[in-house]
């Protein structure tokens, strides 16, 4: 039997990771990223599926794709995170467990980053614990199909 399929989808500028603002994002590649994800994913005995996209449609048509073949969304929506209700839709109509994840505390940054759309979509938010909250995510992912499958 496949291992459950989660989808780790990466918004805007996330691409420049390692190079854009260290001091906010870290020196971790989005490459980096992918291998953490992809480690933490065996352990819990998950598959990824890691993708990178500066267009919201894109992002907007793999969430629609995860529909029909994941068990379940972790999206670092970056930017779109304060101005995609197309997004948040999107992941609403998903019916699969979403988890949100942000490099940064975007509630310590400006205040219009305090705002997430996608945030209305998920089940549960990780934010300002660097890299490590992608693990974390997939742990949180691990534990809400687990549920599931229990009820």
């Not at 590649?29 to 005995?45: G, I, K, Y």
């Not at 993708?51 to 379940?72: D, F, H, T």
């Amino acid at each position: 039997m496949n291992p459950p399929l989660i989808f780790v989808l990466n918004g805007p500028n996330l691409n420049l990771l390692g190079t854009r603002q260290p001091e906010i994002y870290g020196s971790e590649t989005l490459d980096d990223l992918e291998a953490l994800c992809a480690e933490t994913a065996d352990a819990l005995d998950l598959a990824i599926d890691f993708r990178q996209s500066n267009i919201e449609g894109e992002l907007i048509s793999w969430v629609q794709e995860a529909r029909s073949v994941a068990a379940g969304i972790i999206i670092n929506p970056a930017g779109y995170s304060h101005t995609s209700i197309a997004l948040m839709d999107a992941l609403l109509a998903s019916d699969l467990p979403v988890v949100e994840v942000h490099l940064s505390n975007i509630h310590r940054r400006e205040s219009f980053r305090h705002l997430s759309y996608v945030s209305k979509a998920a089940q549960g938010v990780i934010c300002g614990l660097g890299p490590h909250g992608y693990a974390l995510a997939l742990r949180g992912i691990a534990g809400i199909l687990a549920q599931a499958e229990q009820d």
